[in-house]
């Protein structure tokens, strides 16, 4: 005969990062910047269908675009963090991408915790990028939100973007002649608490 468990209140939790770095002492948690079907910029935890497959720019001009994810739980955003990403420069164009990581409290007050600059591509060019950044270490509370800010510098009279279409099986040939994808890959360190 079975002997009676102990009542819990709590069920078990799930720790769900995608890989851990031992070593080092974090484990990262892989985010995909996505556009939704009303527009709004967010980043998603799994692959998942997107409004649109491109952030693009036209001009000699810079944008941002915010992607954002809110906590849930408490957590501690600390060590090296990882971009990769498609660019595609238009026909008599450049490109340039700076990414910022921030820290934005339930007011709204943001705290960059790192930045990094892809290089500049030039005319009808197609490249695959990897970045990679330190981020200063931060706590975020329940409510608070880990901000993704991607601004896209451009020159020319010629459309140029950044591919963010994580679903499809879309791809594109860089300027090395390699099938590179469409997707744009934010891989977050956080520390580990145990």
């Given amino acids: 005969m079975a002997l009676p468990q102990p009542f819990s209140t709590t069920g078990q939790s799930l720790v769900n990062f995608d890989y851990k770095d031992v070593l080092l002492g974090n484990s990262y948690v892989r985010f995909y910047p996505t556009i939704s079907n009303n527009s709004i910029y967010y980043l998603a935890r799994q692959i998942t269908d997107g409004q649109g497959d491109a952030i693009s720019i036209v001009g000699s001009t810079s944008a941002d675009y915010d992607f954002d994810s809110t906590f849930d739980v408490a957590a501690i955003v600390k060590g090296d963090a990882y971009f990769n990403y498609t660019t595609t420069s238009g026909s008599g164009a450049s490109i340039t991408v700076t990414l910022f990581v921030y820290h934005v409290t339930a007011g709204g007050t ?4 790192g930045t990094a600059s ?46 963010i279409d994580p679903s499809s099986l879309l791809t594109k040939t860089d300027g090395f002649g390699r099938t590179v994808g469409t997707d744009m890959v934010a891989n977050i360190p956080f520390k580990n608490l145990e």
């Fill in 118 to 163: 892809s290089p500049a591509r030039g005319s009808t060019i197609t490249a695959r990028e990897n970045v990679k950044f330190t981020l200063t270490e931060k706590n975020f509370a329940v409510g608070e939100k880990l901000r993704l800010t991607v601004r896209l510098s451009h020159s020319g009279a010629n459309t140029s973007e950044i591919s």
């Fill in 110 to 113: 943001e705290t960059q915790l």
